[in-house]
């Protein structure tokens, strides 16, 4: 039997389309369908059933799926006791939200070229849904992201929450310590309408019985950093994204009485049989960013 027909049908059961499996895979989608066609074929029953629009296995289909992921994983466990090693490139398609690129991601990567130098490496920076969806779909291997994905064969591992802080500039915004009721006369910047940050903002104001004067919804922590420099208000950033940008942007974290909902953050990767490698990926993103959350803190201006 020939496993790259078995892991062809692998991938195309879990991302439920030839089409995704064939861009996993990086493959022509009439070469799956080929692939597909002669397991078939060899097994002398239908995998796929092809009377409906929508994706769905038959019978036999759901049966062999457990197969195929037992045999893919023998061939995994074969190898990687025989000594066999991958010389060649390994594409790894990684998905980040804004607050995990500028706080921890760019050194994190910088590490993990020298622990897996045979990566080739697909960076790609999207609010939440759109990497949950991507992952869903087969499109990113390995997302970091606010909430875990729900999709069937995927597995979720939480980070170490992010600390959020306001933070403004040290000139305007040089109080000794600022009540709640008094950023609530400020103008606020916060991620985009409907993003984690941005709730957690308007519920911390409401359960103090509070109205914001202006909260500006910006997709781009570099945007409100600017922002912030130039006077324009306040903005409700993770603390370590604001720690690595402060050397180039006049920051202050400003003291306040309430505090703020830290990010939850969660590693999403799908399940691969035939490889460890997202599972080591993974495993050394969790340790980076439990060192760098653990890591002595630069000095701020007005930094607690």
């Given at each position: 039997?020939?496993?790259?027909?078995?892991?062809a049908?692998y991938?195309v059961?879990?991302?439920?389309?030839?089409?995704?499996a064939?861009?996993?895979?990086?493959?022509?989608?009439?070469?799956?369908?080929?692939?597909?066609?002669?397991?078939?074929?060899?097994?002398?029953?239908?995998?796929?059933?092809?009377?409906?629009?929508?994706?769905?296995?038959t019978?036999a289909?759901a049966?062999?799926?457990?197969?195929?992921?037992?045999?893919?994983e023998?061939?995994?466990d074969?190898?990687?006791?025989?000594?066999?090693?991958?010389?060649?490139?390994?594409?790894?398609?990684?998905?980040?939200?804004?607050s995990?690129?500028?706080?921890?991601?760019?050194?994190?990567?910088?590490?993990?070229?020298?622990?897996q130098?045979?990566l080739?490496?697909?960076?790609?920076?999207?609010?939440?849904?759109?990497?949950?969806?991507?992952?869903?779909?087969?499109?990113?291997?390995?997302?970091f992201?606010?909430?875990?994905?729900?999709?069937?064969?995927?597995?979720?591992?939480?980070?170490?929450?992010?600390d959020?802080?306001?933070v403004?500039?040290?000139?305007?915004?040089?109080?000794?310590?600022?009540?709640?009721?008094?950023?609530?006369?400020?103008?606020l910047?916060?991620?985009?309408?409907?993003?984690?940050?941005?709730?957690?903002?308007?519920?911390?104001?409401?359960?103090?019985?509070?109205?914001?004067?202006?909260?500006?919804?910006?997709?781009?922590?570099?945007?409100?950093?600017?922002?912030?420099?130039?006077?324009?208000?306040?903005?409700?950033?993770p603390?370590?994204?604001?720690?690595?940008l402060?050397?180039?942007?006049?920051?202050r974290?400003?003291?306040?009485?309430?505090?703020?909902?830290s990010?939850?953050?969660?590693?999403s990767y799908?399940?691969?049989?035939?490889?460890?490698?997202l599972?080591?990926?993974?495993?050394?993103?969790?340790?980076?960013?439990?060192?760098?959350?653990?890591?002595?803190?630069?000095?701020?201006?007005?930094?607690?």
């Amino acid at each position: 039997m020939n496993l790259r027909f078995v892991e062809a049908f692998y991938w195309v059961a879990s991302l439920k389309s030839i089409s995704r499996a064939a861009e996993k895979l990086f493959l022509t989608q009439s070469a799956m369908s080929s692939r597909i066609a002669k397991l078939e074929e060899e097994l002398g029953v239908l995998l796929l059933d092809r009377s409906d629009k929508q994706f769905k296995l038959t019978a036999a289909g759901a049966r062999f799926l457990m197969h195929a992921n037992k045999l893919l994983e023998l061939q995994r466990d074969a190898k990687a006791e025989m000594g066999s090693g991958e010389s060649a490139a390994i594409s790894l398609r990684i998905g980040a939200i804004e607050s995990v690129l500028h706080s921890w991601l760019i050194p994190w990567l910088e590490q993990l070229r020298l622990e897996q130098p045979c990566l080739e490496l697909e960076l790609t920076v999207e609010t939440t849904p759109i990497l949950n969806d991507q992952i869903q779909r087969g499109t990113v291997d390995l997302a970091f992201a606010v909430l875990p994905s729900s999709a069937d064969g995927v597995r979720n591992q939480a980070l170490t929450p992010m600390d959020m802080a306001f933070v403004g500039h040290p000139e305007r915004h040089a109080k000794k310590k600022y009540r709640l009721e008094d950023l609530a006369d400020l103008e606020l910047l916060t991620f985009q309408k409907g993003s984690q940050p941005n709730l957690t903002l308007l519920d911390l104001f409401r359960q103090h019985r509070l109205q914001p004067k202006k909260v500006h919804a910006i997709s781009s922590i570099s945007a409100m950093v600017q922002l912030v420099q130039g006077g324009f208000g306040v903005a409700l950033l993770p603390v370590a994204a604001v720690e690595r940008l402060s050397g180039f942007a006049s920051l202050r974290i400003l003291p306040c009485d309430v505090a703020v909902q830290s990010l939850p953050i969660h590693a999403s990767y799908r399940a691969d049989p035939t490889s460890n490698l997202l599972e080591t990926v993974v495993q050394s993103a969790l340790m980076f960013a439990e060192g760098a959350y653990h890591a002595p803190k630069k000095s701020m201006k007005g930094k607690p």
